[in-house]
């Protein structure tokens, strides 16, 4: 199998006449943590949407873990067991129980049996922290913690690669650390995550390569040091500094 | 003129209750206590209907609507899915259907049903076909919308978290969409399922047997029997002794729903 699990060559999406991709190529490569980083409306969450085919793409190819995604022919359903995602919104079903939430699809799906399934679910929520909220609901856990179930469900199927929508958007600031501290531990494990974040310290200490994109294409891209340390383009800069800095970012 | 708040409150209060006492005390002046003593508390008249108001009409109101509910749950659930499909004749055909069966008073639907098609097709219904059919054409049109709205209300985010684990859009309609809509429809249902018990009253039309009657006939024939108002008194009481607890279901699930999402949100917020 090939070392690259993520291959995007000239992707392009628009919403009616709104341009929101304007041509990305990019990659992950087995291993890798890629962090995309760039202000609201610059296309990151959108190229991740593309990744696992949640947003159709215009124009372009999207290659994933052997599945060429924008093939209209290819199994989606499929392509997909092997994609991981993490929403902002954190989406654990409201009806089911955290346990629930990690076995149904891979018993509906994967059809494993409830034995397996829950063994499973148990092992990767004893990773995230949460193996004595089993049996919780949803709407009973915090903000962070209902992250953290949403990345163990996602772990449960056995991605090939982790996709992050803005994972720490939507926490209390206090319950971000937790779930970053899951991440980094995954990265450390060695999972394949491609991460939309505004949190540049993740970024600069777990990521690999780190793409800046702005108005719908990657400005620049490179080491996490040299992009967020020492970056090239003069947008780069003045978004770093607007980010790094918020309170004298007028000055 | 200043006038404190507290004042300005106390002033209002009072005129609220002013005008409620007058209220009081018009009806109790003008009403003919003795005329209403006999005629709707008319024990003699009431023992009458007793026990067939109960093992009869009652009985029959509550098959009727519940026939009329089954067909009209099964239909709405059609067309709801209809309206919701991506294919432009079936989205047509299900808002005319809706538009048309909202739109046109339950009597004429009876009527039709009744009389028209029964000639227009040779056909003969008996009062359970026709009562499960008129009312389910009714029912049908407000359960499909109620249907749509509560499946259109699970978040798109339920959807793509169930498409991104790689479940099919079928499964993930059966698995994730379908439970949590039927939890945000279930006041509305009980609400329509009121109004079905209501309109049931519109099957007298059809010219009844006696052991067909529903609450609303059995009351009138009652009435003429009688010649007290005591049976209609008593078939109003038998269709709250329907409605009421259907009412209170509905408010305990709109409370525990609600609830549900309210902190659902305050989490995600």
């Not at chain 1, 993490?86 to 990690?102: I, R």
């Not at chain 1, 620049?220 to 790094?244: D, K, W, Y």
């Amino acid at each position: 199998m090939s070392d690259v699990i993520v291959e995007v060559s000239g992707l392009r999406k628009a919403f009616g006449t709104l341009e929101v991709l304007k041509g990305i190529d990019m990659s992950v490569r087995r291993g890798e943590v890629v962090c995309i980083i760039g202000p609201s409306g610059s296309g990151k969450s959108t190229l991740l949407r593309c990744v696992n085919l949640l947003e159709e793409p215009n124009a372009g190819t999207v290659v994933v873990n052997g599945f060429e995604m924008t093939d209209p022919d290819v199994d989606i359903d499929r392509a997909r067991r092997g994609i991981g995602m993490v929403f902002q919104a954190f989406n654990l079903f409201g009806h089911l129980s955290v346990l629930e939430n990690l076995t149904v699809a891979q018993r509906k799906v994967l059809k494993r049996d409830r034995d397996e399934a829950e063994r499973i679910a148990m092992r990767n929520l004893e990773k995230v922290g949460l193996a004595e909220k089993a049996g919780s609901m949803p709407a009973q856990l915090s903000g962070g913690q209902q992250q953290r179930a949403a990345i163990a469900r996602a772990l449960a199927m056995d991605p090939a690669v982790m996709l992050f929508d803005e994972p720490t958007s939507a926490l209390d600031p206090e319950l971000v650390g937790d779930v970053l501290t899951v991440m980094r531990q995954l990265a450390e494990e060695g999972m394949t995550m491609l991460v939309v974040t505004h949190e540049m310290q993740f970024a600069r200490e777990v990521a690999d390569k780190v793409l800046f994109m702005d108005g719908g294409v990657v400005v620049e891209e490179g080491q996490a040091a040299q992009v967020i340390g020492e970056p090239r383009h003069e947008r780069t800069r003045s978004f770093l500094a607007r980010v790094l800095n918020p309170v004298h970012a007028g000055e | 003129m200043a006038m404190s708040r507290r004042k300005r409150a106390q002033v209002i209060r009072g005129v609220q209750y002013a005008v409620l006492v007058l209220a009081i005390l018009l009806v109790v002046l003008l009403a003919d206590w003795q005329t209403i003593g006999s005629q709707f508390f008319n024990l003699e008249a009431a023992r009458t209907q007793i026990p067939e108001v109960i093992t009869t009409a009652l009985v029959n109101t509550a098959v009727y609507t519940a026939l009329g509910f089954a067909v009209g749950f099964g239909l709405g659930l059609v067309f709801a899915l209809m309206k919701l499909s991506s294919v432009g004749p079936y989205r047509w055909i299900a808002t005319a259907y809706i538009e048309f069966f909202r739109g046109i008073p339950a009597l004429l639907v009876f009527i039709a049903l009744g009389f028209g098609v029964p000639l227009a097709f040779n056909l003969k219904f008996d009062v359970y076909s026709t009562a499960a059919i008129a009312l389910g054409l009714v029912g049908s049109a407000y359960i499909a919308e109620t249907l749509r709205a509560g499946i259109q209300a699970v978040p798109k985010g339920q959807i793509e978290a169930a498409r991104s684990l790689g479940m099919s859009a079928a499964r993930t309609n059966v698995t994730v969409v379908i439970p949590q809509a039927f939890r945000i429809i279930l006041p509305p249902l009980t609400n329509e399922l009121i109004l079905l018990t209501k309109d049931s009253s519109l099957i007298y039309l059809l010219g009844l047997f006696r052991d067909d009657f529903e609450l609303a006939k059995f009351g009138r024939e009652g009435l003429n029997a009688t010649n007290s108002m005591t049976p209609i008194l008593l078939a109003g009481l038998c269709y709250l002794l329907i409605t009421v607890p259907l009412g209170h279901l509905s408010r305990y699930l709109e409370g525990r729903t609600g609830r549900k999402s309210e902190r659902g949100l305050k989490v995600t917020a």
